[in-house]
């Protein structure tokens, strides 16, 4: 389901803080109720292999998005316990342990339900004729981009082996901020301090003739 151009979902979810106490977030009410824009991560598993690298790679751009008046959220389906345990292993041994931003807690899917992100479970049938559902029921990476208003402005979905980019996010938040503060739209591979263009024909003539 895409909800880019759409309100985020209004769902309260348990979620790990910093200080190791289980809180309720809600997206949505993250954005509004601060003013800032809200980049929302989702990765598959607590203790695997690409997800540490993610969520140190999110942590270490913590005050580029602060910069950005931009709010970082992890988000997996572990138990608030699972997520306690990793933030307490060090990084040496593929913990998380420094990580400061808040980490949902999904264990009952609704919210990752609700947005679409898990994967299928796959149907087999046993020697007795007996349709089985096999598979871990976890999410693929995706990550929302959010507005002050609760408003989706990016959404995309990676699958299990490929880690994200975090300096792309980091990009479209500035295009996004450019298009709010300017009216002007971003062309292909925009970058802050670049030049934009304005959204008709003589906008988009005068920017390929200097380009």
């Not at 997800?51 to 910069?67: D, R, S, V």
């Not at 990793?86 to 931003?101: A, C, F, M, Q, R």
Request: hydrophobic share 35%.
């Amino acid at each position: 389901m895409a909800f880019t151009g759409k309100k985020f979902p209004n769902i309260t979810v348990p979620a790990m803080n910093e200080m190791g106490d289980t809180i309720q977030v809600n997206v949505l009410e993250e954005a509004r109720k601060n003013n800032k824009k809200v980049l929302l991560f989702w990765y598959p598993k607590d203790f695997t292999f690409v997800c540490p690298t993610e969520l140190h790679a999110f942590q270490e751009a913590q005050e580029e998005f602060a910069k950005r008046n931009t709010i970082v959220i992890g988000a997996s389906v572990d138990t608030p316990e699972v997520h306690f345990a990793w933030l307490n292993t060090p990084k040496d041994n593929g913990g998380i342990e420094g990580v400061t931003y808040n980490i949902l807690a999904d264990s009952n899917r609704n919210l990752s339900s609700t947005l679409g992100i898990l994967d299928a479970h796959e149907t087999i049938t046993n020697e007795e004729g007996l349709e089985l559902k096999v598979g871990d029921n976890v999410t693929y990476r995706a990550t929302y981009l959010i507005d002050e208003e609760g408003t989706v402005f990016h959404e995309g979905i990676n699958h299990m082996p490929l880690g994200r980019n975090v300096n792309e996010f980091i990009r479209l938040i500035d295009a996004y901020a450019h298009v709010q503060q300017h009216g002007e739209v971003c062309p292909a591979n925009w970058e802050e301090g670049k030049e934009a263009m304005t959204a008709d024909r003589s906008g988009v003539a005068d920017y390929l003739s200097n380009n």
